[in-house]
């Protein structure tokens, strides 16, 4: 694949601890993955410097921050944007973002269920949502042909699994080498 390093097992159980926990020493971490702390540090430097590790975050609870809902929003367009076009619904979901109690942090191209694009947002309730919805289908450099939601009530308690990277961060030492 082009584009792709070439990553050692090693470098891909680092990655993984650091997934599960980015704020762990490099002392801690060399500790779990058998290998010295210098060695951790080189390798993390090394995987900054491939763009790998992209940086170091946490995920809070969404809910305790103000936010009821997480909307997953589907957009079938008409056409292809053009790299301008793109550049533009960069630009006007930013300040979208700015201006109301919506919080769009992801908007990604793709294909699938007759759909050509999606948003990951955030919104302090119903009618935030609502609002964001109709910002978006004025988005008319885009030529929707459609847009669908999937919302996620972000006040349920009994959610089936909240959003994290342990089982990811898991998964990625399936790719270890044989």
Request: aromatic share 8%.
């Amino acid at each position: 694949m082009s584009g792709q390093l070439r990553i050692k097992n090693v470098e891909l159980e680092l990655i993984s601890e650091l997934m599960k926990n980015s704020r762990r020493s490099d002392r801690d971490l060399a500790k779990a993955i058998g290998v010295s702390q210098p060695t951790v540090s080189r390798m993390i430097k090394k995987l900054e410097n491939e763009g790998i590790i992209k940086e170091y975050t946490m995920i809070p609870d969404f809910h305790k921050l103000g936010y009821e809902i997480l909307a997953l929003t589907f957009l079938s367009l008409k056409k292809e944007p053009s790299p301008e076009e793109i550049e533009k619904a960069r630009g006007t979901i930013q300040e979208h973002s700015e201006k109301s109690l919506s919080e769009i942090v992801m908007f990604e191209r793709g294909i699938g269920l007759r759909y050509h694009g999606v948003m990951v947002s955030f919104h302090k309730d119903y009618s935030s949502y609502m609002k964001f919805r109709e910002r978006v289908a004025q988005f008319d450099f885009l030529e929707l042909s459609g847009i669908e939601s999937f919302l996620i009530n972000l006040v349920d308690e009994n959610r089936c699994l909240p959003l994290t990277f342990a089982s990811l961060a898991k998964h990625l030492l399936t790719l270890k080498e044989k």
